[in-house]
């Protein structure tokens, strides 16, 4: 993926997706996210996470693949909380700010068609992959990143082609997590793909999608 179009991308959605605004509670369980990365409201639900800097396991769902998509097909995206699914969207972000924030919806995601229209256009400023063939790992990976990054955006491109399941640690600017990275790994640098299955640690797009092609492509 280009800068340009991940900084396209960015400006069309008014930055939203790279900071944390307003936090509340915290889940008492892990958050499921079944969504693919090219699906423009499956980036609202992405962009919402981000802002309450909330952590999901997500389940890549791409358009072609099986893994995740048989038990919970369209639409997208869904999450999971406490054994409850949620589709659509709006209904998707309207219940994370109430129940982890403090019920005030950032106003990007609360402009109607609008915000439907330039989701649209941030995920047609950047590229598509197709799904392919991968062997799924013994346990998920865990990603550190925020939604704007172009590199961020690589990795989970690859991630959701391969379908292979991540923790998703959202770090936007001002999440406590940005410093449980480098406390953790000894540095701070974002996107960072850690993979438990063989304690790789990846910093960067091209590190971390040749990682991904090696180990755990078909």
Known sequence: MTRLGAAAATAVRFGLG????????RPAHELVLYQFEACPFCRKAREALVWLDLDALVQPCPPGGTRFRPGHGPPYPLLVDEGREIHESSVIVRHLVDRYGDGYVPWPLRLG?????SSGLASLA???RR???SREPARPLELFADETS?????????LC???IPYRWRTS???SAKIAELAERTGRAELPALLD???DADLRGAGAAVAHLQRTYGG
């Open 18 to 25: 790279g900071s944390v605004g307003a936090t509340g509670p």
């Open 113 to 117: 068609p609008l915000t439907t229209v």
């Open 126 to 128: 950047l590229p598509r």
């Open 131 to 133: 799904v392919l063939a």
């Open 150 to 158: 172009a590199a961020a955006r690589e990795i989970r491109q690859w």
């Open 161 to 163: 082609a391969l379908e």
């Open 172 to 174: 936007g600017r001002g």
């Open 196 to 198: 438990p299955n063989g």
